[in-house]
C-alpha cells in the first residue's frame, strides 16, 4: 500500500516549457487535490477533484490545468512555465472533500529558470 | 478569505515540552488539524481534533481548542531530537471543500 505517490521528485526547466506532474492514490480514494508550498506561505489549493470526472479551481489555478483521467490518477500540467511557479507541488488524497482528512504525497521540487 | 496564523519558529531542549500555537478566522471550522513536515518530505498527519472537542490526547501529543479564541494548541511531551520538522496547523469547515494551512512553525529540538 504506497498511499500517495508523485512523480518526478525532482524538475528543473526553462521559462515557456510545458511539463506535467503526475500523481497516483491506491487508497480508492474519491478526491484529489493539488497543492503548492512557497517557503513562509504554507500550502495553497491549485485544483481539486471531488470525485472522478470532476474539478474545480482552488486559490490559486492561474497558469495550470488539472486531468482526473480515473479515481487513482490526478495530473497537473504547466502549459507555459513561469519562474513565479518554481515551488513545491503537492499531491493529496481524501475519501470525501468537505471534513474528511487528507493524505499527501511527497511532493515535486520544480524550479523554473 | 480564511487565515490561519503561526508562530515561525521554536527551540527547545531534548526533554522538555513543547507548545505549537495557531489561531484561526473561520468561524465555522469543523476540523482542525496538525500536520508533520520533515525535510524534502512530504506531510504526515499527527492528529486533528473536531470542533465540539476542547482537547485530544494520544501519546505524547496533546491537543487543546479554545473555539471562543479561535486557538488551537499542539503538546509535545518529553520532546526528542526527531521531532525536529515543520508543524503545520490546517482547518476546514463544514461543507469546505480546501484545507486552509498556516504557514508552519519549525521546531528545533536541542540536545
Known amino acids: 500500500n504506497a498511499g500517495v505517490t508523485q512523480t518526478p521528485k525532482f524538475q528543473v526547466l526553462k521559462t515557456g516549457q510545458s511539463m506535467t506532474l503526475q500523481c497516483a492514490q491506491d487508497m480508492n480514494h474519491n478526491s484529489m487535490y493539488w497543492y503548492r508550498q512557497d517557503p513562509g506561505m504554507g500550502l495553497r489549493l491549485i485544483y481539486y477533484?471531488?470525485?472522478?470526472?470532476?474539478?474545480d479551481k482552488g486559490e490559486v489555478p492561474n497558469g495550470y490545468n488539472v486531468s482526473r483521467l480515473n479515481k487513482r490518477e490526478f495530473s497537473l500540467r504547466l502549459e507555459s512555465a513561469a519562474p513565479s511557479q518554481t515551488s513545491v507541488y503537492f499531491c493529496?488524497?481524501?475519501?470525501?472533500?468537505?471534513?474528511?482528512?487528507?493524505?499527501f504525497g511527497p511532493g515535486t521540487r520544480l524550479t523554473v529558470l | 478569505g480564511e487565515d490561519v496564523e503561526q508562530s515561525l519558529f521554536l527551540s527547545v531542549r531534548e526533554g522538555d515540552s513543547s507548545v505549537i500555537n495557531c489561531t484561526y478566522t473561520d468561524s465555522s471550522s469543523t476540523y482542525l488539524y496538525w500536520y508533520k513536515q520533515e525535510p524534502g518530505a512530504g506531510l504526515q498527519l499527527l492528529t486533528y481534533i473536531f470542533s465540539n472537542m476542547d482537547m485530544k490526547q494520544d501519546q505524547r501529543l496533546t491537543v487543546l481548542l479554545n473555539k471562543k479564541d479561535k486557538h488551537l494548541s499542539l503538546r509535545i511531551a518529553d520532546t526528542q531530537t526527531g521531532d525536529s520538522a515543520i508543524y503545520l496547523c490546517a482547518e476546514t469547515g463544514n461543507a469546505g471543500n480546501m484545507l486552509t494551512f498556516g504557514g508552519g512553525t519549525r521546531l528545533m529540538v536541542k540536545p
Open positions: 477533484s471531488a470525485s472522478e470526472g470532476t474539478t
Open positions: 493529496a488524497s481524501s475519501g470525501r472533500t468537505g471534513g474528511d482528512t487528507q493524505y
